[in-house]
């Protein structure tokens, strides 16, 4: 590895990019934004209804493209459900829900971003349908069913003291609706119990069965045919079941509440990445490939107790055979947190630099070279980005992070305007986690409350006035709305929208080598302090290098950037984005100089991106500084220039960046 050639590791990525291959990789080079259609905008046509729709999404397709510079769009079920699980329970994989829109508002949609150059990823979801779903109809009718064999399907146990029915074994459901969690449940028609490894209204699928798998892929085929790019696959590790249907182990570990935590009580190594799952995923593959190279795969896949690291990487497949286009990879999730995801008594640190650099390096280092990294650091499932860092201002530092990290980004909506977390009153909840549990981290009603697009009304622009949504608008949308944020240069949507267009433009940081960097403080930081720095680099050979730094630590240092530039070179250190003050220095009228590389100060929780050339022009550098927690700093990539260094001293002049380019 190394950055042209020089001698400092890094982190490539060999494939072609999407810019100049006619668009079939658009993936590698683009960023992903998901919208939750429930609480993204409902266009009130013809009606209001309180609920998102697809006539809402097209409305906003400029917005997306023009405004914030979005390429794709990762949509969450649209399809027919009784919404138990919002649209995780579908009854119709191939019907869109009416409250939603019409198939022709669908293909509007497409249309529409087509034009815009958009693409459209659909939510495919093939562990389970509902248990309204025609085919569970017919298979729950009759053992003899043609459909019988589609689900999962066995004989209970009959306690012989008490002659009560007992499941099949101790398998649990995701949704615990009570101490006994069972994952079965029995059906008095035909004496058996059938498997689910959500809610008892979402059976799960038989994926050993030959017809299910083509039933299925042809669902995969009617939206591409509909013209859709791609898919995100929801719950793959759960898709397949031990054949032997044997107990899992009790995790010796486990503490928590029998119900809202009742899952965690077991290791799922028998509902969960059993073997077989490699051909799954090639299978949906080929079909995808039937409609050319450009259509995209990722799937859900959280590494656990069960799923390592390891696991979750041998998923891209190989070279030869590849499987997914990218399983996300939700580390920076875990990673930004001050609680584990769905469990407050795991204490973390997500101001521990040191554990992030190992995280980030770990996983990009373990990568094939062929093999397309992602990050992600919000979704439909987690408590959002701003809430859990309890600040706007270390928000910004991680989302900067975010789409600096070499890969694919993915953003979850509203993060781009820092929304946060919505109070749900009791007797609002929606969530099924909710209604057991309504204080717990595994209840989602909060990051699913309606997205705050300006105060026309009190329902912030998503839905008519006095109109009631389907989760209530935050009351904060006064204070954090789309509207307001995109008229100020200083606001978090200002963040995204100009890193968004630097990363466009800087081919670095659309496709560049990751160089990993250890950057260390000057003057009397304390060792913790020092352990507060995450540093990166991004380069391509001969071309931008860009180096990025945060401070995650809450008091101010001292960075000398100076001494990470092997050079003798005169070198120009340029100031080309700042997360506290976004649009800066996108401004020819800005003073953005910096005064001495030496002694850089980064105000707490902020992150700064540094453009660096040599006075020869062979080599140039931009360098990303971030702050989280009080302090300035700026980072330099080590940097080998491959010359005779025939100059006695080290000079740098300072310019000022007109733009981007």
């Known amino acids: 590895g190394g950055v042209g050639g020089v001698g400092v590791g890094g982190y490539s990525n060999a494939a072609a990019l999407g810019h100049d291959d006619g668009g079939k990789n658009w993936w590698r080079t683009g960023v992903v934004y998901q919208v939750y259609p429930r609480s993204f905008l409902d266009a009130c046509e013809p009606n209001c209804t309180g609920i998102g729709s697809l006539i809402g999404i097209k409305h906003k397709i400029p917005y997306l493209v023009n405004d914030l510079g979005i390429d794709a769009i990762w949509i969450s079920p649209i399809y027919q459900s009784p919404m138990k699980d919002f649209g995780y329970d579908i009854s119709n994989f191939t019907a869109i829900w009416p409250t939603f829109g019409t198939m022709q508002d669908f293909d509007d949609l497409i249309s529409t971003a087509k034009q815009y150059g958009l693409r459209v990823l659909m939510d495919f979801v093939p562990n389970h349908s509902s248990n309204l779903h025609p085919w569970f109809i017919d298979s729950a009718s009759s053992k003899n069913s043609a459909h019988r064999d589609w689900y999962v399907w066995r004989n209970g146990i009959v306690n012989e003291t008490t002659g009560e029915k007992l499941p099949p074994n101790n398998w649990r459901t995701m949704f615990c609706p009570d101490a006994n969690c069972y994952g079965w449940t029995y059906d008095n028609r035909t004496d058996q119990w059938y498997y689910h490894c959500f809610l008892k209204e979402q059976p799960d699928l038989n994926w050993k069965n030959p017809d299910v798998v083509e039933a299925m892929h042809d669902v995969l085929r009617f939206w591409l045919r509909k013209g859709v790019d791609g898919f995100r696959v929801d719950a793959f590790p759960n898709i397949l079941e031990d054949p032997q249907f044997r107990n899992e182990p009790i995790d010796p570990t486990w503490h928590g509440d029998p119900v809202a935590d009742g899952y965690g009580k077991l290791l799922h190594k028998y509902t969960e990445n059993v073997d077989g799952l490699h051909d799954v995923v090639r299978g949906m593959r080929k079909v995808l490939d039937e409609f050319g190279e450009d259509k995209v795969l990722i799937g859900e896949i959280y590494a656990d107790k069960v799923v390592t690291e390891k696991d979750v990487i041998s998923y891209y497949g190989t070279s030869a055979s590849p499987e997914f286009s990218m399983p996300f990879n939700m580390e920076l999730i875990g990673f930004f947190d001050y609680t584990g995801t769905f469990d407050p008594s795991i204490k973390n ?264 050339s040599y006075s020869d022009q062979r080599r140039v550098v931009a360098i990303a500084v971030g702050s989280v927690g009080g302090v300035c700093l700026i980072i330099v990539a080590a940097i080998v220039i491959l010359r005779k260094r025939n100059r006695s001293s080290s000079r740098i002049a300072y310019t000022q960046v007109k733009n981007y380019e």
């Open 349 to 612: 640190n997500p101001r521990n630099a040191s554990k992030l650099k190992e995280i980030v390096d770990t996983y990009l280092l373990s990568l094939p070279q062929w093999a397309q990294p992602n990050f992600v650091l919000g979704n439909h499932d987690v408590r959002r980005i701003t809430s859990r860092l309890k600040s706007s201002n270390f928000a910004r530092a991680a989302n900067t992070i975010l789409l600096t990290l070499h890969g694919t980004p993915t953003i979850y909506n509203g993060d781009e305007i820092g929304q946060l977390d919505g109070y749900v009153p009791p007797g609002r909840h929606q969530d099924p986690n909710c209604l057991v549990d309504p204080k717990g981290l595994r209840c989602r009603d909060p990051e699913r409350t309606p997205l705050q697009w300006n105060t026309i009304n009190a329902n912030a622009g998503f839905s008519g006035k006095d109109v009631e949504t389907w989760l209530p608008v935050s009351s904060n949308y006064l204070q954090t709305n789309i509207e307001a944020q995109m008229a100020d240069d200083m606001s978090m949507f200002s963040l995204f929208a100009n890193l968004l267009n630097l990363r466009k433009s800087a081919e670095a940081l659309y496709s560049g080598k990751y160089i990993p960097l250890a950057i260390s403080t000057i003057g009397n930081a304390t060792n913790a302090a020092e352990n507060h720095i995450f540093a990166f680099g991004r380069g391509s050979s001969g071309k931008v290098e860009y180096l990025i730094v945060a401070n995650l630590g809450e008091e101010l240092l001292l960075v000398d950037a100076l001494s990470a530039l092997s050079s003798k070179e005169q070198v120009h250190a340029h100031i080309v984005f700042d997360s506290l003050k976004p649009s800066s220095y996108n401004n020819s009228s800005t003073n953005n100089t910096t005064n001495s590389m030496k002694e850089i100060r980064l105000s707490p929780e902020q992150a700064i991106v540094l453009k660096i």
